[in-house]
């Protein structure tokens, strides 16, 4: 194990910034997939279900894999788990093109696979959680998220509307191989990486199965008695819910609803408002945290997620729906990158990938993947726009959990002196 320090600013840092590389060409790419999976489903299908259904598989592997990435990626390297994760995913997202290409691609292929690269993803994900605060330390978390996220927020802004643009001329399955490059990019990048994301494990148990459940146990263990990770991942998973059924029904309501049909400018530009909103959110954030503890930030961050989830749903036109999409994208993702950079500062090391994963499967799996069903069966029962405003105002569920939960007397609690965002 190397022993190389961090140099004090992240910009700096050469191994976080082929961190950052990494991340920025796996997001380019599955963003390019988050637009081009549900429309190639819609197109083949011409199925409201099946379109959200596509939303719900982007998290409901975590309902499967997710404890068991968690616990496995806090025993192994993390950069050779996440290596191996992003060559696989190139692979499998790479046989929907040449299944394209060959005449023989179906709907079913498409789900499958659609479900398979999130199964993998959940290793991945597991690993990056644990790495990230080994990788620039505990004091720089939510900095480094901040970037990240910054980032990621640019991609979304233009990447949806450059993919709108060229989903006019090219089939949506052609569009995924830029996904299966940006993975095998995202692996070189994570190759790269001098410094140590995996502190030395002393002492481990062989690897069976009584050990395996019984180090998912100890990380569950950690998010249900520590009152603010526990709260956070509970208004996490209602929030999911509330914007899962919103975003499976996006493609369609952009059909049916807003009529600017599944290509060009203007789909492009709606997709894109979020994006807008989570840069904001990312920006933000460090900024925020000098003025008050990530609880406040909860706090007040959801009302106003719940209070947008509902306009942007009766919004008349598209110009005024992605206005509005790119106001509730600021508070929403705000709430989930400041959920994300709490439990990393306040997790031990040896149990970042359980906890963070546990977390991730409860708000993200449980919630998102629900939520996408739900939205889908309303949508098919009751009309979009209604299923919309429906998921959009169970948001304000999440708003009662936090405000009668421990978060108030952690936020009035908080002593900046001991937060190492202050150290």
Same mark, same amino acid.
């Given at each position: 194990?190397?022993?190389?320090?961090?140099?004090? %600013?992240?910009?700096?840092?050469?191994?976080?910034?082929?961190?950052?590389?990494? %991340?920025?060409?796996?997001?380019?790419?599955?963003?390019?997939?988050?637009?081009?999976?549900?429309?190639?489903?819609?197109?083949?299908?011409?199925?409201?279900?099946? =379109?959200?259904?596509? =939303?719900?598989?982007?998290?409901?592997?975590?309902?499967? =894999?997710?404890?068991?990435?968690?616990?496995?990626?806090?025993?192994?390297? @993390?950069?050779?788990?996440?290596?191996?994760?992003?060559?696989?995913?190139?692979?499998?997202?790479?046989?929907?093109?040449?299944?394209?290409?060959?005449?023989?691609?179906?709907?079913?292929?498409?789900?499958?696979?659609? +479900?398979?690269?999130?199964?993998?993803?959940? +290793?991945?994900?597991?690993?990056?959680? #644990?790495?990230? $605060?080994?990788?620039?330390? @505990?004091?720089?978390?939510?900095?480094?998220?901040?970037?990240?996220?910054?980032?990621?927020?640019?991609?979304?802004?233009?990447?949806?509307?450059? &993919?709108?643009?060229?989903?006019?001329?090219?089939?949506?399955?052609?569009?995924?191989?830029?996904?299966?490059?940006?993975?095998?990019?995202?692996?070189?990048?994570?190759?790269?990486?001098? @410094?140590?994301?995996?502190?030395?494990?002393?002492?481990?148990? $062989?690897?069976?199965?009584?050990?395996?459940?019984?180090?998912?146990?100890?990380?569950?263990?950690?998010?249900?008695?520590?009152?603010?990770?526990?709260?956070?991942?509970?208004?996490?998973?209602?929030?999911?819910?509330?914007?899962?059924?919103?975003?499976?029904?996006?493609?369609?309501?952009?059909?049916?609803?807003?009529?600017?049909?599944?290509?060009?400018?203007?789909?492009?530009?709606?997709?894109?408002?979020?994006?807008?909103?989570?840069?904001?959110?990312?920006? #933000?954030?460090? %900024?925020?945290?000098?003025?008050?503890?990530?609880?406040?930030?909860?706090?007040?961050?959801?009302?106003?997620?719940?209070?947008?989830?509902?306009?942007?749903?009766?919004?008349?036109?598209?110009?005024?729906?992605?206005?509005?999409?790119?106001?509730?994208?600021? &508070?929403?993702?705000?709430?989930?990158?400041?959920?994300?950079?709490?439990?990393?500062?306040?997790?031990?090391?040896?149990?970042?990938?359980?906890?963070?994963?546990?977390?991730?499967?409860?708000?993200?799996?449980?919630?998102?993947?629900?939520?996408?069903?739900?939205?889908?069966?309303?949508?098919?029962?009751?009309?979009?726009?209604?299923?919309?405003?429906?998921?959009?105002?169970?948001?304000?569920?999440?708003?009662?959990?936090?405000?009668?939960?421990?978060?108030? %007397?952690?936020?009035?609690?908080?002593? $900046?002196?001991?937060?190492?965002?202050?150290?």
């Amino acid at each position: 194990m190397t022993t190389q320090t961090a140099p004090l %600013r992240l910009r700096d840092d050469p191994d976080f910034r082929r961190y950052w590389l990494a %991340r920025v060409l796996s997001f380019t790419g599955s963003m390019v997939t988050a637009v081009a999976l549900p429309v190639l489903v819609y197109r083949l299908s011409g199925s409201t279900f099946l =379109t959200a259904l596509t =939303t719900a598989l982007e998290a409901a592997p975590y309902l499967l =894999t997710g404890l068991f990435a968690g616990a496995l990626s806090d025993r192994w390297n @993390r950069r050779r788990v996440m290596v191996s994760a992003d060559l696989v995913n190139a692979v499998l997202i790479g046989s929907i093109p040449v299944a394209h290409l060959l005449g023989v691609l179906t709907v079913a292929q498409v789900l499958v696979v659609g +479900f398979a690269v999130q199964s993998v993803y959940t +290793f991945f994900d597991g690993a990056n959680f #644990g790495a990230l $605060p080994v990788l620039v330390g @505990r004091a720089r978390v939510a900095q480094a998220n901040s970037v990240v996220w910054t980032a990621s927020s640019l991609i979304e802004l233009f990447v949806p509307a450059l &993919a709108g643009l060229a989903l006019a001329v090219l089939n949506p399955a052609s569009l995924l191989a830029l996904d299966a490059l940006s993975f095998v990019a995202s692996a070189i990048a994570v190759r790269g990486i001098v @410094r140590a994301m995996s502190e030395r494990r002393e002492g481990q148990l $062989p690897l069976r199965p009584r050990v395996i459940f019984a180090d998912i146990a100890e990380g569950v263990r950690f998010l249900v008695r520590h009152p603010g990770v526990r709260t956070m991942t509970i208004v996490g998973s209602l929030q999911s819910f509330a914007g899962g059924g919103f975003v499976a029904l996006m493609v369609v309501w952009c059909d049916r609803i807003l009529h600017v049909g599944t290509s060009g400018v203007r789909f492009g530009l709606v997709w894109g408002a979020w994006g807008i909103g989570g840069l904001i959110a990312a920006v #933000g954030l460090p %900024r925020l945290l000098k003025r008050m503890p990530p609880a406040a930030i909860t706090l007040y961050a959801l009302p106003m997620s719940a209070v947008l989830g509902i306009v942007t749903a009766l919004m008349p036109g598209w110009w005024l729906a992605a206005l509005a999409l790119l106001v509730w994208g600021s &508070a929403y993702v705000l709430v989930i990158v400041n959920s994300i950079s709490y439990r990393q500062q306040v997790t031990p090391e040896q149990l970042l990938g359980r906890v963070n994963t546990a977390g991730r499967m409860l708000s993200w799996g449980v919630g998102w993947t629900l939520g996408s069903i739900t939205g889908g069966l309303l949508g098919n029962q009751y009309g979009i726009r209604t299923a919309m405003v429906v998921m959009g105002a169970f948001g304000f569920v999440a708003v009662a959990v936090a405000w009668t939960s421990p978060l108030r %007397r952690i936020a009035a609690a908080h002593n $900046p002196e001991h937060d190492p965002l202050h150290a």
